[in-house]
């Protein structure tokens, strides 16, 4: 019963922004935690960002600090990741998943996956 599905991805060039959406269903955004990890070709996974479900605290990964966003809207069910000033470094695919009540920022920890969204930064 738990989905999520990712959108938003696409090609721009550094600097510039884009919003990901990760709409969910089967479950309540203000309950389970929602993460948001990428991996790049030949990289491992990588946690980027998380929202707990229990207070909406948020969590960066240090190379994303200060350049991404991320919030939820709980009426619609979607967790939103804002991306500013966007580097080559960025480049992967990018995916929602479900953690506990609290993030934890490790993919191994995580239940439930979204097929994922292509992020490209690139002139």
């Known amino acids: 019963q738990v989905q999520l599905v990712e959108s938003g991805g696409g090609l721009v060039q550094p600097g510039g922004s884009l919003r990901l959406s990760c709409a969910v269903s089967?479950?309540?955004?203000?309950?389970?935690?929602i993460g948001w990890f990428r991996q790049a070709p030949g990289k491992e996974r990588e946690g980027v960002s998380c929202?707990?479900?229990?207070?909406?605290?948020?969590y960066y990964a240090d190379s994303v600090k200060g350049r991404f966003t991320i919030s939820r809207d709980n009426a619609e069910n979607t967790v939103y990741l804002q991306m500013n000033s966007l580097k080559s470094e960025d480049t992967a695919v990018y995916y929602c998943?479900?953690?506990?009540?609290?993030?934890?920022?490790?993919?191994?920890?995580?239940?439930?996956w979204g097929q994922g969204t292509q992020v490209t930064v690139s002139s």
């Open positions: 089967g479950f309540t955004l203000d309950y389970y935690a």
């Open positions: 929202i707990s479900g229990s207070d909406g605290s948020t």
């Open positions: 998943a479900t953690e506990g009540t609290l993030c934890v920022g490790d993919y191994t920890k995580a239940v439930d």
